[in-house]
């Protein structure tokens, strides 16, 4: 069972935050069959590069998750199907408290022209203090907004960057 809790963060605020601290850096690709099915691609220093398949029921602060290891072929044959279409983005894990406090900064979903910023905190029950006032960060909590959840951003993702690739066709079209 995962329990999560989600935030949103200001670009800005978050880049004040990271200024002196320690992160561990993964870089993600994630990419959604359906709702709750994801292939994905982790690169950091210490891991390397990974392939990840998972299984999450849908919810907001309590879910079910199953994950599995996945060699590359496989993910290179589930990307395929979407002509390398993926979500991106960047996640720094950042610890104190005993806690871990993940930031996942959407390279490729934006807010106000900024890349989005999203917190996310695992609690052991759905009762656990976040402890995130520790942080001094601005924070919204969106734990119960769906439309923030990655499989949504995916879809939004998707579709700007069709809507990318038919505004070049119509240039090419409209220089012939």
């Known amino acids: ?3 999560e809790r989600k935030y949103l963060v200001k670009y800005e605020d978050f880049i ?4 002196d601290k320690q992160f561990k850096v993964i870089s993600i690709h994630d990419c959604y ?3 709750g099915f994801r292939i994905r691609r982790t690169i950091n220093k210490d891991d390397g590069v990974n392939y990840i398949i998972t299984h ?5 602060l309590c879910r079910e998750e199953d994950e599995c290891v ?3 072929k496989f993910h ?3 990307i395929s199907l979407f002509e390398d279409k993926y979500l991106d983005k960047t996640r720094f894990v950042y610890e104190l408290n ?7 900064v959407f390279n490729n979903v934006k807010q106000q022209e900024k890349p989005l910023v999203i917190l996310e905190v695992e609690l052991k029950d759905k009762d656990e203090d976040t402890l995130v006032n520790s942080l001094d960060v601005d924070l919204f909590e969106i734990t119960k907004y769906t439309s923030f959840y990655g499989y949504n951003l995916f879809k939004r993702v998707k579709w700007f960057i069709v809507f990318m690739v038919m505004e070049k066709e119509k240039q090419k079209l409209v220089l012939v």
Request: net charge positive; no cysteine.
């Open 33 to 35: 069959l359906s709702e």
């Open 70 to 72: 996945i060699p590359e």
């Open 56 to 60: 999450k029921s849908i919810g907001t």
């Open 98 to 104: 005993n806690k871990k406090y993940e930031f996942n």
């Open 1 to 3: 069972m995962e329990i």
């Open 16 to 19: 004040k935050f990271k200024q």
């Open 76 to 78: 290179k044959g589930f």
